[in-house]
C-alpha cells in the first residue's frame, strides 16, 4: 500500500536551533515525495519536493533529500525563526494515481524567540 | 489571483442535516480534490475531479457527494451529517496530475456535527 510515517509532534526549538523533522515512506514504484506547510488560519502551500532518487528539493533555509535505500525524505534546516512556527506534512504520489496524495500525520513545529 | 477559496470557514451542523461546502478556483486548473483532516491524522481524499463533468471516489467517499459542472468549482455535498464527519476540509487544485505537480489548497472548512 501507499503510507507516509512522520515523527510525532509536537517539537519546540529555540530560534536559531537545528531542525529536523523524520519522514519515511511506503508506496510500490517510484513517488515524488514532497513536503507542505500549513502555517495557523491558512491552507496548506508546498515548501518543497524531489521527483527522483538523491534529488534534493529546498526552499527558504529547508532542505530534504530523497533516499531511496532508506525509503526516507526527512526535512532539515540548520537556523530556524520564529516565522516557522507551523505544521509540517511529508506526502508522496505517483502518477498513476492521479495525483493524488498520500499525507503524512504532520509535526507541529513552535519556536520560541 | 485568489487561488482556491472555500466557503464557509466554519460550521456546526446538527445530526442529520445536509449542507454543501464551496470550492472554486480561479487558476484554471483541470484536478480538484477534497480531503479531509481529522486530530492528529494526515490528510484523506475524499473525492477528485480530473476535469468538468468527471468525478471519482478517493479513499474515504461514503457519506459524501461531489458534482464539477465547471471548471472553477467543486461542492462537497453532504447528505445526512453524522458526528464521524466532524473534521476539517480542504478542497485543493492542480494543473495535471502527473506525480510531481503541486496542489494549491483552500484555507479550510471546520465543521462540527453535533
Known amino acids: 500500500g501507499n503510507s507516509v510515517t512522520q515523527m510525532e509532534g509536537p517539537v519546540t526549538l529555540s530560534e536559531e536551533a537545528f531542525l529536523t523533522i523524520n519522514c519515511t515512506y511506503t508506496?510500490?514504484?517510484?513517488?515524488?515525495l514532497f513536503w507542505y506547510v500549513q502555517y495557523p488560519g491558512e491552507g496548506l502551500q508546498l515548501l518543497l519536493k524531489?521527483?527522483?532518487?538523491?534529488d534534493k528539493g529546498s526552499n527558504k533555509g529547508f532542505e530534504a533529500t530523497y533516499r531511496k535505500e532508506t525509503t526516507s525524505f526527512h526535512l532539515e534546516k540548520g537556523s530556524v525563526q520564529v516565522s516557522d512556527s507551523a505544521v509540517y506534512f511529508c506526502?508522496?504520489?505517483?502518477?498513476?494515481?492521479?495525483?493524488?496524495?498520500?499525507f503524512g500525520r504532520g509535526t507541529q513545529l513552535t519556536v520560541w524567540p | 489571483n485568489a487561488g482556491v477559496t472555500q466557503t464557509p470557514k466554519f460550521r456546526i451542523l446538527k445530526i442529520g442535516q445536509s449542507m454543501t461546502l464551496q470550492c472554486t478556483q480561479d487558476?484554471?486548473?483541470?484536478?480538484m480534490y477534497w480531503y479531509r483532516q481529522d486530530p492528529g491524522m494526515g490528510l484523506k481524499l475524499i473525492y477528485y475531479?480530473?476535469?468538468?463533468?468527471?468525478?471519482d471516489k478517493g479513499e474515504v467517499p461514503n457519506g459524501y457527494n461531489v458534482s464539477r459542472s465547471t471548471t472553477e468549482d467543486f461542492p462537497l455535498r453532504l447528505e445526512l451529517a453524522a458526528p464521524s464527519q466532524t473534521s476539517v476540509y480542504f478542497c485543493?487544485?492542480?494543473?495535471?496530475?502527473?506525480?510531481?505537480?503541486?496542489?494549491?489548497f483552500g484555507p479550510g472548512t471546520r465543521l462540527t456535527v453535533l
Open positions: 485543493a487544485s492542480s494543473y495535471s496530475g502527473t506525480s510531481d505537480n503541486e496542489q494549491f
Open positions: 508506496a510500490t514504484g517510484y513517488p515524488s
Open positions: 524531489a521527483t527522483k532518487a538523491d
Open positions: 506526502a508522496h504520489t505517483r502518477g498513476s494515481t492521479l495525483g493524488r496524495l498520500y
Open positions: 487558476m484554471n486548473h483541470n484536478y
Open positions: 475531479s480530473v476535469g468538468a463533468g468527471i468525478t
